[in-house]
């Protein structure tokens, strides 16, 4: 059983994480695949074409209205 002593120093204890997590994008760069091979480290992104709006397909068609 512990004693209340007015006047006697108090001891603030910190407790934290010691491997904290990291948020978002910072946790994903640090855990993805390191590249090694120089054929890797010359390879780019893949660039995609352009796709303009009224190029893309519809995604629902209307076959009848009741």
Same mark, same amino acid.
């Given at each position: 059983? @512990? %004693?209340?002593?007015?006047?006697?120093?108090?001891?603030?204890?910190?407790?934290?994480?010691?491997?904290?997590?990291?948020?978002? %994008?910072?946790?994903? %760069?640090?855990?993805?695949?390191?590249?090694?091979?120089? @054929?890797?480290?010359?390879?780019?992104?893949?660039?995609?074409?352009?796709?303009?709006?009224?190029?893309?397909?519809?995604?629902? %068609?209307?076959? @009848?209205?009741?």
């Amino acid at each position: 059983m @512990s %004693t209340l002593v007015i006047g006697a120093p108090a001891r603030l204890v910190v407790r934290a994480a010691v491997h904290p997590k990291h948020k978002a %994008t910072k946790g994903h %760069t640090k855990n993805r695949p390191k590249k090694h091979r120089p @054929s890797d480290k010359v390879r780019k992104a893949v660039v995609y074409p352009e796709v303009k709006p009224e190029d893309v397909p519809p995604l629902m %068609t209307v076959l @009848s209205k009741k």
